[in-house]
C-alpha cells in the first residue's frame, strides 16, 4: 500500500486516486453532448431520450476524448496534431513528400485527399501538411469540429445544412482568400463502399473552380486506410433507405478509435498547374479527372 505522509494524517493510495478523479468532474468539459444537442436543436433537445443521450456519450467517445483534449489544453493546431497522431499510435508510410511544393516559393496550394475514414486521415494529413509548412494552412471541415480546442485554429468550419447552409460559398470564399495553403475532401463524405470496394462518392467541383479562380496549383494525395464493415453497411442500408440524416457519421469517432495503433500508406502527387483546368472540360469534369489521378498513386 502506497501512503502519502503529512504532519498529522496519512492518506492512502485509493482516496488519491477519488480525489483526482472528483476533481477532473468539476472541470468543465469541452466536448459535452448535452451542450451541443442543445445548441443545434434549441428547446427541441429536452425530447431527446435520456437513454439516447447516454449512448451518443458512449459512441463518441465523450468522456476518452476529455481526457486527450484536457492533457492537451495548451496546444494548437499543427502541434496539437501531432499529438493527435501519437495519441492514435498512427504508423504513417509517406511516399512521394519530395512531391510536396517549397514552402518558401510564395505561393498557395490546395491540397486535395480521398476521405476513406473520416478521422484519422484528417489528423494524419493536417499533421504532415501543418510540419511542412509550418502551420500554414486551413481545413474546410464540418462545422462540430470546431468544438475541439486545438483543431479551431486551423479549420474553417462548414455548415452545409439547416439555416447556416447560407453561409457555405462564403466560407468557402473566405478560405481560398486567405493566406494559408488548404487541404480538402472534394467527396465531402468519407468513402463508402461502393461495388464491394472503399471509394469516395464523387466529387464536387469546389475546389477546381476555387483553385483556377486564386490561381492555386493542386497537389493530390491519396491516404490508404478504411472503417469498418459496420460502418459501410449502416452507410448503405441508410442510403437504401432514402434516410437522409448522417446517421453513419456518428459513428466516425468510434471508428477512429478502432483505426489506432494502424498502419497508413500516404502517397503525395506532384502538383497539378491550375491551368490544366481549363475549358476543354466542366469543373466537375476535371474534379473526377483530379479523383481518378489520387486513387492512381
Known amino acids: 500500500m502506497l501512503f502519502l505522509q503529512c504532519d498529522n494524517c ?60 484536457g492533457e492537451h489544453l495548451d496546444e494548437k493546431g499543427t502541434e496539437w496534431l501531432n499529438s493527435c ?8 508510410h509517406i511516399e512521394g513528400l519530395e512531391n510536396l511544393p517549397d ?63 447560407r453561409n457555405f460559398p462564403l466560407m468557402v470564399e473566405k478560405g481560398f482568400q486567405g493566406d494559408n495553403h488548404i487541404l480538402m475532401f472534394p467527396a465531402g463524405l468519407c468513402s463508402r463502399k461502393i461495388n464491394g470496394e472503399v471509394h469516395d462518392i464523387p466529387w464536387t467541383k469546389t475546389f477546381i473552380t476555387k483553385s483556377v479562380e486564386y490561381q492555386r496549383d493542386v497537389v493530390p494525395i491519396h491516404f490508404g486506410g478504411r472503417n469498418s464493415d459496420f460502418f459501410y453497411r449502416l452507410a448503405n442500408i441508410c442510403k437504401m433507405l432514402h434516410i437522409k440524416f448522417n446517421i453513419a457519421m ?12 494502424k498502419s497508413f500508406r500516404v502517397a503525395i502527387g506532384k502538383p497539378i498547374p491550375w491551368q490544366t483546368f481549363d475549358k476543354s472540360r466542366t469543373p466537375k469534369e476535371w474534379a473526377k479527372y483530379v479523383e481518378d489521378i489520387v486513387y492512381t498513386l
Not at 85 to 92: E, F, N, S
Not at 250 to 261: A, C, G, P, R, S
Open 103 to 165: 514552402k518558401n516559393d510564395g505561393k498557395f496550394y490546395t491540397f486535395a485527399s480521398n476521405h476513406p475514414t473520416g478521422g484519422a486521415d484528417g489528423v494524419a494529413l493536417g499533421s504532415i501538411i501543418g510540419k511542412h509548412y509550418d502551420g500554414k494552412f486551413r481545413y474546410l471541415v464540418n462545422d462540430l469540429l470546431l468544438n475541439l480546442p486545438g483543431l479551431a485554429p486551423v479549420s474553417i468550419g462548414i455548415n452545409k445544412t439547416g439555416s447556416q447552409s
Open 10 to 69: 496519512q492518506i492512502n493510495r485509493e482516496n488519491v486516486d477519488l480525489m483526482i478523479l472528483n476533481m477532473s468532474e468539476n472541470i468543465e468539459k469541452t466536448i459535452d453532448i448535452d451542450k451541443i444537442l442543445k445548441s443545434k436543436m434549441g428547446d427541441k433537445a429536452r425530447f431527446v431520450p435520456r437513454f439516447m443521450v447516454n449512448w451518443l456519450k458512449h459512441i463518441i467517445h465523450e468522456d476518452e476524448v476529455n481526457r486527450f483534449l
Open 85 to 92: 497522431v501519437k495519441y492514435l499510435d498512427m504508423d504513417l
Open 250 to 261: 456518428l459513428f466516425l469517432v468510434d471508428e477512429m478509435y478502432k483505426n489506432q495503433h
